[in-house]
């Protein structure tokens, strides 16, 4: 029914903060050889648009996305929705990110034991 559209919010509000922290690192007269804290966001991001997309097109394919208003088949009973969005929406929205975080914690521990430090640039 809807349970897409939370992750498919997360990854709006996070493609939005993944833009500001790579233009604040561009800015920032810091290089490093470690992989970059917005490269890390975009991983996140294209895991929750990926995951949105294909759950759209499953809704999609089973006929509970319409052309014509209200779109969604579960907004006709709107406490159905909002249940199935909280429930399996938010839970699904949780995993992604769990998951995305245990693989940048993993990074972070590859990179501090090869050695892989921030460095400042010279001009």
Do not use: D, Y
Not at 46 to 52: A, H, I, N, Q, T
């Amino acid at each position: 029914m809807a349970c897409f559209t939370v992750p498919a919010a997360e990854a709006v509000v996070t493609t939005i903060i993944t833009k500001r922290v790579k233009k604040n690192e561009q800015e920032s007269k810091k290089s490093t050889t470690a992989i970059r804290f917005s490269e890390k966001l975009g991983w996140l991001n294209k895991m929750l648009w990926g995951g949105s997309g294909l759950l759209a097109f499953e809704h999609l394919w089973h006929g509970e996305i319409t052309p014509w208003p209200p779109f969604l088949t579960g907004a006709e009973n709107p406490s159905e929705m909002f249940a199935e969005m909280a429930t399996n929406g938010v839970g699904m929205a949780a995993l992604v990110t769990l998951v995305w975080a245990g693989m940048v914690a993993v990074t972070s521990k590859l990179s501090k034991s090869t050695g892989e430090e921030t460095a400042e640039v010279t001009p």
